[in-house]
């Protein structure tokens, strides 16, 4: 039995949407602005495409505009920043996301920084991963910025709490560990070279794991009462469902680390559903900045 709070993101999302729709409609009736996010995808990965037009969706249940460019898998790096430059010089555009992975011929850095930085809702162009890493106003990742909110709501201040995050990606866990330091937390990043990652964790108030390890964070790794924020993805078999059935799990083993924990993130239905939220309220601070208005309440890092 699970003693820990069980932090539901699909609850959480929904409103976090709540707010940026209830932001979008003022700037709409006040100021005649809708808030417009682009994304481009190149080629035809499947999984792209799900989450594009999950993107899509949602943006327009908000209110904003959403416009979408699919563009054949061979289209060269010419073609795609010529578009990227349209969109930058576009003021109906306040959001542009480039959907990764790219086709392997199409260089991601080059791509990524020709994204105007005041329009890079993402957060991975070079001068928004600096002025986050120096403390300045950027435009924030979104899967991290998610699980900044859902930390804030459960903790209040995260000030002087021992955060660990497993994991050092650029997507996730470096933005992740630079945002708890910006929370004045006291911060440890993990990695696969990292020693006693296990005792490690057992000190930290708020682990958060970001490995891409099916349930490789274990309950004894936990502090008791600790808040564990589980960002993994991983799709296992299930043979318990039947011949050839998968499931979703986390980085987190959930059962052992749920009676441990004081609060955890489920997998599905924990982190996942924030990053397209955050994505939504990324946009619409992009756009309020752009026109020089107050930026959205409790939607920012
Ligand atoms: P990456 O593969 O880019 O990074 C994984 C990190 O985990 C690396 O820093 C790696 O260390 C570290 N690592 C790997 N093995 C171990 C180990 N045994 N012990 C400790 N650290 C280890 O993954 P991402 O950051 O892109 O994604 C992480 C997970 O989050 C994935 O499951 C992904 O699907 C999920 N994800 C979920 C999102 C969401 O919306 N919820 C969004 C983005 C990702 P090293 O650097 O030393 O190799």
Redesign the pocket.
């Known amino acids: 039995m699970a003693s820990a709070q069980i932090i539901d993101g699909k609850a959480f999302a929904a409103n976090v949407r709540e707010k940026v729709a209830a932001h979008v409609a003022r700037l709409k009736e006040v100021h005649h602005i809708t808030p417009g996010l682009a994304v481009v995808l190149v080629g035809e990965d499947p999984a792209s495409e799900v989450y594009v037009r999950s993107k899509g969706k949602q943006t327009v249940e908000v209110g904003m505009k959403s416009v979408e460019h699919k563009l054949p898998e061979q289209t060269s790096e010419t073609e795609l920043l010529a578009l990227l430059d349209q969109l930058n010089a576009d003021p109906s555009i306040h959001g542009i996301l480039v959907q990764l992975p790219l086709p392997k011929h199409l260089n991601e850095d080059l791509v990524i920084n020709r994204i105007d930085p005041a329009k890079d809702v993402d957060g991975f162009h070079i001068s928004n991963v600096g002025r986050l890493a120096t403390g300045q106003k950027a435009m924030v990742p979104c ?1 991290p910025l998610g699980c900044l909110m859902m930390l804030r709501e459960q903790h209040g201040s995260l000030a002087g709490l021992n955060a660990v995050v ?4 650029n ?3 470096k933005p992740m560990a630079q945002l708890l330091l910006r929370d004045s937390c006291t911060v440890t990043i ?5 020693k006693d ?1 296990e005792e490690i964790c057992r000190r930290a108030d708020i682990v958060v794991a ?4 099916p349930q ?1 964070v274990h309950g004894d790794w936990i502090k008791p009462g600790a808040t564990v924020i589980d ?4 799709r296992i078999d299930a043979p318990e469902k039947g011949a050839g059935k998968t499931r979703l799990v986390g ?1 987190v083993d959930f059962d052992s680390a749920a009676q441990v924990a004081g609060a955890i993130t489920p997998v599905p239905g924990g ?2 559903p924030m ?1 397209i939220a955050c994505l939504l309220a990324n946009t619409l601070t992009a756009c309020c900045r752009s026109h020089g208005l107050p930026e959205p309440d409790g939607l920012t890092a």
């Open positions: 899967t497993v994991g050092r990606s997507i996730v866990g993990a990695h696969s070279r990292t990652i970001a490995v891409g390890r490789m960002v993994g993805i991983n980085d982190v996942g990053t």
